[in-house]
């Protein structure tokens, strides 16, 4: 699957088969979360892998709008340190590894913003970082079909400047969006500082 047919297609998974995610997939998950772009290349993000049963249902009774994470077989759990841009490079983050599960055949959801506190309690998160999201993972346990999305996507504009709301209600009845192209560039190179190192005593890539 490429990355345009992953976005297109992504769908929030809340059941899960009773299925082991492959070691290696895993790891795919967390890559793409640490290769993800930041501001200043700061990575200010946390990533804990939590495998254990009994871990994952007392995180799933700690997520009101979650509970479903006690049936996932893997979840990783999002923290960041309490900077500027944290929950922003984050989140950027946070969509990499659901893409990157998607394109693997797994589902996930994002849970919680927020509102965490006793998740660092429960997994030995210090106390200067933010938990922003627990993100469960697993095989879905029905079919996912496309056609279940959001239906309604505003089409691309290509013009600027604000939109009334008689143009909103006319570019959502428009079937085909207009386009645009822009030219190619060339990303510059990006130091890696901050290593995904699996068994690790801090809380990146630590694995419960």
Known sequence: MDVFDAIRTLLAVRGYQNKPIPEEVVRRIVEAGRLTGSGMNRQPWHFVVVRERETLRRLGALASSGSYVAQAPLAVVVATD???????????????????????????????????????????????????????????????????????????????????????????AQSTPKSYTLPPTEPPPREETNPYSPGSSGALGRIR
């Open 82 to 172: 309490k900077t500027r841009f944290a929950v922003s490079d984050a989140s950027r983050a946070i969509q990499s590894m659901l893409l990157a599960a998607w394109a693997d055949g797994v589902g996930s959801n994002w849970v919680g913003f927020g509102g965490l506190e006793k998740v660092k309690d429960l997994l030995d998160i210090p106390a200067g970082l933010e938990v922003l999201a627990i993100l469960p993972f697993g095989y879905p346990a029905r079919p996912a079909r496309s056609s279940a999305r959001r239906s309604v996507r505003w089409p691309t504009s290509s013009g600027t400047g604000a939109r009334s709301s008689e143009g909103r209600m006319r570019r959502r």
